[in-house]
């Protein structure tokens, strides 16, 4: 009975399935009741942690539906945002969880990831950042009409790594200058390469 009660305590049972990682201790070692022994990862339920910036908030909410991208692999996968952590921290920042959606098992913890949320934004232009330039600290871009630059001011909406979303005076078939414009001024003849 000694003995079936000694193994009996031998045995760990985790609260799910897992891979074992990290292990510390080797076979037949003596492991006291507060040693660590290894970590369970859960390798059917990833989980992909991120901050936005504070400004940011209004992007994101419980249950929404973003994009990850593992540079390791070819396809994004999708998740859905598990956790908004409700505190700003010193640098301004929001902790958000979220789940990778689908049997996924071929993914590591610790991975980096890209994380994309996507926000519509009706009734704006989508430009690229290099075509906008700034006269007296206010943004611009010109617009290729019959030979000549056409100086349009513009608000900037929104922007990420690449791209701005404005309003203004631009309309969806509009040529807009995108290189040769920081010494550009209204009414410059401009040739266009194709």
């Not at 660590?36 to 909410?61: G, R």
């Not at 945002?81 to 993914?107: F, H, Q, R, W």
């Not at 519509?120 to 290729?144: D, H, Q």
Request: hydrophobic content about 40%; glycine content about 4%; aromatic content about 8%.
């Amino acid at each position: 009975a000694y003995q079936e009660l000694l193994i009996k305590q031998s045995v760990l049972i985790a609260p799910f399935d897992g891979i074992v990682a990290n292990t510390s201790k080797k076979k037949y070692a003596v492991i006291n009741t507060n040693d660590f022994l290894c970590t369970i990862i859960d390798n059917k339920n990833y989980e992909v942690e991120f901050n936005i910036l504070e400004d940011e908030f209004n992007l994101v909410e419980f249950n929404q539906e973003i994009d990850i991208l593992i540079p390791q692999k070819v396809n994004n996968f999708k998740a859905k945002i598990s956790e908004i952590n409700p505190v700003i921290d010193e640098n301004g920042l929001i902790k958000v969880k979220a789940i990778i959606i689908g049997n996924i098992t071929d993914l590591y913890s610790g991975m980096k990831a890209s994380v994309i949320i996507k926000e519509s934004l009706e009734n704006y232009r989508i430009i690229p950042k290099n075509a906008v330039v700034y006269r007296s600290n206010k943004p611009i871009i010109f617009k290729y009409v019959n030979g000549l630059s056409s100086w349009i001011d513009i608000t900037i909406i929104e922007e990420n790594n690449s791209f701005y979303a404005i309003s203004g005076d631009v309309q969806i078939m509009d040529t807009i200058i995108i290189e040769g414009n920081l010494n550009l001024s209204h009414g410059t003849p401009v040739n266009i390469d194709l």
